[in-house]
């Protein structure tokens, strides 16, 4: 079993920065692909980005590719979301989510195990 817990949302101008943390518990964080997600008002669950077990391989949608970056600290047992350039359209509730034994599809929410219970991120215009 793994829990997480994400933290550092907020409120942020349209063109300013936030960075994600989800602290995950137990001892087997590094055997665990890890991946964020994001839900706006109205509208399904979308994948944002991943990070395999051992951080060598990320994965990005495109709408948030090269402004943002996810990495992870394995001693930590965390994984972070930094979120540059925001827009207002990435206004949204972000969840991270932990997969284990995935090779592939990692933008696949079936893929992930366990999820934790999402920080807002709202960005003005």
């Known amino acids: 079993q793994v829990q997480l817990v994400e933290s550092g949302g907020g409120l942020v101008q349209a063109g300013g920065s936030l960075r994600l943390s989800c602290a995950a518990s137990g001892r087997t964080f590094s055997s665990y692909a890890m991946g964020w997600f994001r839900q706006a008002p109205g509208k399904e669950r979308e994948f944002v980005a991943a990070?395999?077990?051992?951080?060598?391989?990320?994965y990005y949608a495109n709408s948030v590719k090269g402004r943002f970056t996810i990495s992870r600290d394995n001693a930590k047992n965390t994984v972070y979301l930094q979120m540059n350039s925001l827009k207002p359209e990435d206004t949204a509730v972000y969840y991270c989510?932990?997969?284990?034994?995935?090779?592939?599809?990692?933008?696949?929410?079936?893929?992930?195990?366990?999820w934790g219970q999402g920080t807002q991120v709202t960005v003005s215009s």
């Open positions: 990070i395999s077990w051992s951080g060598g391989y990320t």
């Open positions: 989510a932990a997969a284990r034994g995935i090779y592939s599809d990692y933008a696949g929410q079936y893929q992930y195990d366990f």
